[in-house]
């Protein structure tokens, strides 16, 4: 018998729900960004973890979402930080000029950071693997001693990707 099924519900990007990555520290590598992802009010970042605080992560996706609106431009900010889109100094720089920042977050296509994965209570009741506030650049201090793909490191310390790119490639200097 065939069954036909509606698609309604169908995310492709949910369907490594059930491979979802466990809570911990992480070095991962931004492989996508999608502005206006979701009903012009939701920019999606996706990433791959290259290092994990158990090895059994590495190689799995993440997909985390930034609220577009004016209070949660912070989290954007901190986004833009960690992938080294921007300094503290030129940030605030321009605040004390009173101008606005502006970011390509496309450019952090193939850099990497380090995250905390953890996991939250949504309002439905349901459990998510997400980062909050736990973006932090490579060469943060307070990451060291953090699980990290010593390749991917020495890479992006030499320069190597600052302008974005097929991240899978360049992770592995292809």
Not at 48 to 53: F, K, L, R, S, Y
Not at 119 to 134: A, Y
Request: proline share 3%; glycine share 10%; hydrophobic share 40%.
């Amino acid at each position: 018998m065939v069954l036909e099924i509606s698609l309604d519900e169908f995310d492709p990007d949910r369907q490594q729900a059930f491979a979802e990555v466990k809570p911990g520290r992480a070095h991962v590598i931004v492989t996508d960004w999608e502005e206006n992802a979701i009903n012009g009010q939701w920019h999606r970042m996706k990433m791959e973890v290259v290092a994990h605080d158990e090895p059994g992560e590495n190689g799995k996706i993440h997909s985390e979402l930034f609220h577009a609106g004016a209070k949660a431009q912070w989290r954007l900010i901190r986004l833009a930080l960690a992938t080294r889109l921007t300094t503290v100094e030129e940030l605030a720089a321009l605040k004390e000029q009173g101008e606005y920042a502006t970011f390509d977050f496309a450019d952090a296509i193939g850099r990497s950071m380090f995250v905390r994965f953890v996991q939250e209570t949504d309002r439905n009741g349901e459990k998510r693997i997400k980062l909050g506030r736990n973006l932090f650049a490579i060469d943060d201090p307070r990451c060291s001693g953090w699980p990290a793909n010593p390749g991917i490191l020495e890479r992006e310390k030499q320069g190597g990707n600052e302008t974005g790119g097929d991240a899978a490639a360049d992770a592995f200097g292809l």
